[in-house]
């Protein structure tokens, strides 16, 4: 899995939720501009702030080869 497609998927998952930049930030006590350099590929992510991201849009993080 490549960088932009982990970020594509986020960014697809939040729209899809119809959450804003803003909307994700708040609820990630991060400002709006932090959000767009994460999805810009800009800041990197941490694996603690991955998986954040990930609980505010429900999603299920997997990290391993196939189960």
Avoid at 4 to 14: H, K, M, P, S, V
Avoid at 25 to 39: D, F, K
Avoid at 40 to 58: G, H, K, P, Y
Wanted: a positive charge; glycine letters at 8%; aromatic letters at 4%.
């Amino acid at each position: 899995m490549t960088r932009e497609y982990l970020i594509g998927a986020l960014i697809t998952a939040r729209r899809r939720r119809g959450m804003s930049q803003r909307d994700l930030a708040s609820r990630l006590g991060v400002t709006q501009g932090c959000v767009s350099q994460w999805e810009q590929s800009n800041r990197n992510l941490t694996i603690d702030r991955l998986c954040e991201w990930a609980d505010v849009l429900d999603l299920h993080v997997q990290i391993g080869g196939d189960q």
